[in-house]
């Protein structure tokens, strides 16, 4: 937009250049054009006036003219005579055309510019010489009276009117340039002032795609762009207040129902230990599954209501050893199966990462969860490491079924579940809460298809800078 502007801007002062300098440099030219004209023109018609007296003063007049116009300007004084009449032979004679016949024979004048487009290289002009009689001197070529006797003929170069032509519409063109370029420099200013609005109301959109709904844009700028952010940022307070309300009650809620589901457990408990009966003792552990799962529901909107408020700051955290850590604690799970959980490759030494305090643990305890869940018996969970100058990057591979693009597409919106391999479900929040934690922290995190078989769940996480020692 600032580049439209500018363009614009410029194209209107180009055309107010034009409208104005062009006509200017083109009424200089023919005013340049037309006194020269006239100038050589009255020269023509001096010599005219002295080759016609023919008499001996008005001949040497004519030389000593002649001589003297050649040396101080860049034209020529070509005369010719009729009859046997002769005056300042030492002059050069006009070649023979048209111009020449047309004086001698019709007693017209001619100018010839040599081209059509401004000039030629030489202006010709051609006056016929009048006899001067007693009562008509001097006026025998303003009234056309007396007989033609010869022609006077001046060539006058244009050199020196090409040099001020160029130096006429050089200046102009510099002025132009000048002007366009100072019209740009202001042109950007403006441009810049006019959009700064534009971009503060970018810039909160962008957070807010985000999921900053803390941003707000600048009151500032024309009175539209005023009301327009004046509306933004009162919409954007009433979704952060519906949106903290919102985080506050699942919050609540999923705490205030831990306490009746905890209670509900452990009656069904107290029931299935004092039945005999094996049909409502299955019906009684189906119960207490239900149970189990709505719990992890529970738990499960509590973290992610907690990750949406944001209430912890990412640290520098030894990303080997929270892995390590989490690893002790899947270990009995999965030798119970008979799968093994193990560390590949670690790329790139110990790197610390920057996350918020127990997201890493929360993480990599639903990756691998889910992963337990999809792997056969006899299996491998591998998780992989390596260390990029911005970037972390982690891995956890298994040896599931692995998951179709449809299913990558959906794998991390709220309450999806994927059916794994024991047949058990989930609560369909662990990937959404998974990308929740590690967004939050600045990473990213994708679902891939692992060599042989399989998913990888890549993680991108945010590299810390080495402690200092000490």
């Not at 009175?223 to 933004?232: G, N, P, V």
């Amino acid at each position: 937009m600032i580049r439209q502007l500018i363009l614009s801007y410029i194209l209107l002062v180009a055309i107010a250049i034009a409208l104005f300098t062009v006509p200017v440099a083109f009424t200089l030219t023919a005013q340049l054009r037309g006194d020269t004209e006239l100038s050589v023109l009255r020269e023509a018609r001096t010599t005219a006036l002295l080759l016609g007296n023919g008499n001996s003063a008005s001949c040497q007049a004519l030389d000593e003219m002649a001589r003297a116009y050649r040396e101080q300007t860049p034209g020529e004084v070509q005369v010719t005579t009729t009859g046997d009449r002769s005056c300042a032979p030492r002059l050069p004679r006009p070649t023979r055309d048209a111009a020449l016949a047309k004086a001698l024979n019709n007693g017209e004048s001619t100018t010839d510019w040599g081209s059509d487009l401004i000039w030629g290289r030489h202006l010709v002009v051609t006056v016929p010489a009048r006899q001067a009689t007693a009562d008509s001197a001097g006026e025998s070529e303003s009234t056309g009276q007396g007989t033609v006797v010869g022609a006077a003929r001046i060539v006058y170069s244009t050199k020196t009117l090409t040099s001020r032509l160029w130096t006429i519409w050089g200046f102009r063109a510099g002025l132009a340039v000048a002007v366009l370029a100072a019209a740009a420099g202001l042109g950007a200013l403006v441009a810049r002032h006019l959009t700064r609005p534009l971009h503060q109301l970018n810039d909160m959109a962008t957070r807010f795609s985000n999921g900053d709904l803390t941003a707000r844009s600048p009151v500032t700028g024309p009175h539209e762009t005023q009301q327009l952010a004046r509306t933004l940022n009162s919409a954007g307070e009433r979704l952060d207040s519906l949106v903290a309300a919102q985080r506050i009650f699942v919050a609540d809620a999923s705490h205030q129902l831990r306490t009746p589901l905890t209670a509900l457990r452990l009656s069904l408990d107290n029931i299935a230990d004092g039945v005999d009966d094996e049909f409502v003792r299955e019906d009684v552990e189906q119960a207490t599954s239900e149970v189990v799962r709505m719990s992890r529901l529970v738990n499960g909107l509590l973290v992610l209501a907690r990750a949406e408020a944001k209430v912890s700051a990412a640290e520098p955290l030894p990303l080997l050893d929270v892995i390590k850590e989490r690893f002790s604690v899947w270990r009995p799970a999965a030798d119970e199966r008979g799968v093994t959980i193990a560390l590949g490759g670690v790329i790139g030494g110990r790197p610390l990462v920057l996350a918020s305090p127990g997201h890493l643990d929360q993480v990599l305890d639903n990756v691998l969860s889910n992963a337990l869940e999809v792997s056969p018996d006899g299996g491998t969970i591998t998780v992989k490491v390596s260390s990029h100058p911005d970037e972390v990057v982690l891995s956890v591979l298994d040896q599931g079924p692995g998951m179709s693009d449809a299913e990558k597409s959906r794998a991390f919106d709220r309450f999806w579940r994927g059916q794994g391999l024991t047949g058990r479900s989930g609560s369909g929040l662990g990937l959404a809460i998974v990308k929740q934690l590690v967004t939050d922290d600045g990473g990213a995190v994708a679902l891939r298809d692992a060599p042989g078989g399989g998913l990888c769940v890549r993680f991108s996480l945010r590299r810390a800078a080495p402690r200092s020692g000490g």
